[in-house]
């Protein structure tokens, strides 16, 4: 197993409340990761991109920035199966307010790979993000998006 | 392996730095939730002073809005469909306004003009009585005069244009809008006790809204009905506002912005605070005003070319508490 690095791009959906007032849009990250002592688990950093528009004036941007633990599932077979589990920060901006900040952000996801080469992987990934604003006094709603993606992995 | 620690560090310590510098607004709520209430109202009056329907013909309005933009800006862009009777059951027509869903206006914009897409405009009662029209997904009984809402000034417009895809609401005074609380963005079209029949080439009488510029009496031969409407839209914020009492006011109590001049209310254009009572509501708190009476009635208003028949009453008002009223 070597340090990985890659980029993923899909659709990123926005669940619940949020589904009402934008639209799902294109997104896109990268990633690497590295091994730890224990053979089944990485972590990792990862950094994305996703703007959700919508038909009226809403809109919202994300800059999720986040590490994670990533454990890589035990068993014999042509495709790898990986858990996520991570944390970190959301850059979030909204229109037509024109506001934005930093949330803190939570995610779990699942990866599927398989070798395709001894250079590159490709994969696909699905990740459930909350954005956490429920902490601040006022809020009602968190943030909750699904992305799913097309990945390019690199064994460096 | 040094390295690779120092970056498992790093990963862990990236986490903890973001999170420790988050905001304190709740911007997913701010997004999902809207502060910007849109009110539509078919009346004259500002409020609910308004007199019943007088008229003989027709029973219900059919009105169906696709969007309400603010100078482009798509703020609300959702769509109203209804049949409206012609009586004050419905708030369209008793002065309460009916609530068209919006999203927010973007803070600290200057906005000209609401933009009212009016897809269809009809009443019922046509003749011959078979007459139909497509509303809502079914054939209902009456006209919708809509296309024939077209540019007129001294002949019909070569070019046609709409007037009301998109229906021009000149915003008195400015939307402040600030991002806080509540606010109501109110339009109106004056349709109540506005009406007027008239009737096409090929035999077909129907009612329509008044044109308020111009004399329309026979469109037959060149098919327009004249479609310039009476309209305005302002903003305030809710809880944020005053009243102004003129207890001597006999007819319509009237109040424009300061910064406006009174001459600029005349033909399509009417002030945004119009009563028939005494005291003119929802007046905003910081917002120098002009406090006019008249004693014409709405008809000879809407056709008034001059706004000589505004008489001042007594010195500009400027609230500067919630809930302050002003006496004039």
Redesign the interface.
Not at chain 1, 42 to 52: I, L, P, R
Not at chain 2, 146 to 154: F, G
């Given at each position: 197993m070597k340090p990985q690095a890659g980029i993923w791009f899909g659709p990123s959906m926005p669940l619940f409340e949020m589904n009402d007032n934008v639209e799902p849009a294109l997104g896109g990250g990268a990633f690497f990761r590295l091994n730890t002592p224990l053979t089944l688990f990485k972590v990792g950093g990862e950094v994305g991109y996703q703007k959700h528009k919508s038909q009226g004036v809403n809109a919202i941007s994300l800059v999720p920035v986040y590490g994670n633990l990533l454990f890589l599932l035990p068993i014999k077979f042509p495709m790898n199966f990986q858990f996520k589990l991570g944390a970190g920060g959301v850059k979030v901006y909204i229109k037509p307010e024109e506001k934005e900040q930093f949330d803190p952000l939570f995610m779990a996801g699942l990866e599927v790979s398989f070798m395709a080469g001894r250079m590159v992987n490709f994969g696909l990934r699905f990740d459930y993000m909350v954005i956490y604003e429920k902490h601040i006094s006022g809020a009602k709603y968190n943030g909750y998006f699904f992305n799913t993606g097309l990945t390019l992995y690199f064994n460096l | 392996m040094k390295k690779?620690k120092l970056?498992?560090l790093?990963?862990?310590l990236?986490?903890l730095?973001?999170?420790s510098?988050?905001?304190?607004?709740?911007?997913?709520?701010?997004?999902?939730?809207n502060r910007v209430k849109v009110i539509l109202k078919g009346t004259f009056e500002s409020d609910d002073s308004v007199p019943a329907w007088s008229v003989s013909g027709p029973s219900v309005f059919y009105l169906d809005i696709s969007e309400i933009r603010a100078d482009g800006?798509?703020?609300?862009?959702?769509r109203y469909v209804d049949s409206i009777l012609l009586d004050e059951s419905n708030g369209f027509f008793n002065g309460q306004g009916l609530n068209y869903d919006s999203?927010?206006?973007?803070?600290d914009e200057k906005y000209e003009n609401l933009e009212l897409y009016i897809r269809k405009m009809g009443f019922d009662n046509a003749s011959p009585s078979a007459t139909t029209f497509y509303f809502n997904d079914k054939d209902v009984p009456g006209y919708d005069f809509n296309l024939k809402q077209i540019y007129l000034e001294s002949g019909p417009d070569e070019d046609e244009t709409n007037l009301v895809f998109p229906l021009l609401a000149p915003v008195a005074g400015s939307i402040n809008y600030d991002?806080k609380g509540e606010w109501i963005v109110e339009a109106r079209v004056v349709i109540k006790n506005n009406i007027k029949k008239y009737s096409t080439s090929d035999g077909i009488s129907f009612w329509a809204i008044d044109d308020n510029i111009n004399d329309v009496s026979n469109e037959s031969s060149v098919g327009y009905i004249g479609g310039n409407l009476a309209s305005i839209a302002y903003a305030y914020k809710k809880d944020y506002t005053g009243t102004i009492t003129v207890p001597s006011a006999t007819g319509f109590l009237v109040a424009i912005p300061a910064e406006d001049d009174i001459t600029e209310y005349v033909g399509a254009k009417i002030p945004p605070y119009v009563t028939r009572s005494t005291q003119l509501k929802n007046i905003p708190v910081g917002v120098q005003m002009k406090v006019y009476t008249t004693n014409l009635s709405q008809a000879d208003i809407l056709k008034q070319s001059s706004s000589a028949h505004y008489s001042p009453a007594g010195a500009d008002v400027l609230l500067t508490v919630p809930g302050e009223n002003a006496n004039r």
């Amino acid at each position: 197993m070597k340090p990985q690095a890659g980029i993923w791009f899909g659709p990123s959906m926005p669940l619940f409340e949020m589904n009402d007032n934008v639209e799902p849009a294109l997104g896109g990250g990268a990633f690497f990761r590295l091994n730890t002592p224990l053979t089944l688990f990485k972590v990792g950093g990862e950094v994305g991109y996703q703007k959700h528009k919508s038909q009226g004036v809403n809109a919202i941007s994300l800059v999720p920035v986040y590490g994670n633990l990533l454990f890589l599932l035990p068993i014999k077979f042509p495709m790898n199966f990986q858990f996520k589990l991570g944390a970190g920060g959301v850059k979030v901006y909204i229109k037509p307010e024109e506001k934005e900040q930093f949330d803190p952000l939570f995610m779990a996801g699942l990866e599927v790979s398989f070798m395709a080469g001894r250079m590159v992987n490709f994969g696909l990934r699905f990740d459930y993000m909350v954005i956490y604003e429920k902490h601040i006094s006022g809020a009602k709603y968190n943030g909750y998006f699904f992305n799913t993606g097309l990945t390019l992995y690199f064994n460096l | 392996m040094k390295k690779n620690k120092l970056l498992l560090l790093m990963l862990i310590l990236l986490p903890l730095m973001f999170t420790s510098s988050c905001g304190d607004e709740p911007l997913i709520t701010e997004l999902v939730e809207n502060r910007v209430k849109v009110i539509l109202k078919g009346t004259f009056e500002s409020d609910d002073s308004v007199p019943a329907w007088s008229v003989s013909g027709p029973s219900v309005f059919y009105l169906d809005i696709s969007e309400i933009r603010a100078d482009g800006d798509k703020f609300a862009n959702y769509r109203y469909v209804d049949s409206i009777l012609l009586d004050e059951s419905n708030g369209f027509f008793n002065g309460q306004g009916l609530n068209y869903d919006s999203d927010d206006l973007f803070i600290d914009e200057k906005y000209e003009n609401l933009e009212l897409y009016i897809r269809k405009m009809g009443f019922d009662n046509a003749s011959p009585s078979a007459t139909t029209f497509y509303f809502n997904d079914k054939d209902v009984p009456g006209y919708d005069f809509n296309l024939k809402q077209i540019y007129l000034e001294s002949g019909p417009d070569e070019d046609e244009t709409n007037l009301v895809f998109p229906l021009l609401a000149p915003v008195a005074g400015s939307i402040n809008y600030d991002g806080k609380g509540e606010w109501i963005v109110e339009a109106r079209v004056v349709i109540k006790n506005n009406i007027k029949k008239y009737s096409t080439s090929d035999g077909i009488s129907f009612w329509a809204i008044d044109d308020n510029i111009n004399d329309v009496s026979n469109e037959s031969s060149v098919g327009y009905i004249g479609g310039n409407l009476a309209s305005i839209a302002y903003a305030y914020k809710k809880d944020y506002t005053g009243t102004i009492t003129v207890p001597s006011a006999t007819g319509f109590l009237v109040a424009i912005p300061a910064e406006d001049d009174i001459t600029e209310y005349v033909g399509a254009k009417i002030p945004p605070y119009v009563t028939r009572s005494t005291q003119l509501k929802n007046i905003p708190v910081g917002v120098q005003m002009k406090v006019y009476t008249t004693n014409l009635s709405q008809a000879d208003i809407l056709k008034q070319s001059s706004s000589a028949h505004y008489s001042p009453a007594g010195a500009d008002v400027l609230l500067t508490v919630p809930g302050e009223n002003a006496n004039r």
